[in-house]
């Protein structure tokens, strides 16, 4: 799985769901995937894929002020 992030901080493209916090992050299956979504909204320079390993994970959990544990995901599309 891969999750798309700011290059500028590391937080991830989350889905705002009433009553869920923190926000689930989105995920992709594939990095080519995840790619294509950044690249047809022309955000390259803004955003990257990055693969859901557990160093990856940790600075996620870091960027969203939160614990790793807390973390959920919302497969794209969903």
Known sequence: ???IVYKSDGFPVCRQIE???PDPVVTW???SAARAFIAARG???EF???PL???AMDRIAQ???CQVESITFDPYPS
């Open 19 to 21: 009553g869920v916090e």
């Open 29 to 31: 299956n594939s990095e």
């Open 53 to 55: 390993t557990d160093d």
């Open 1 to 3: 799985m891969y999750a």
């Open 48 to 50: 990257q894929a990055v």
């Open 63 to 65: 960027a969203m002020g």
């Open 43 to 45: 955000a390259d320079e």
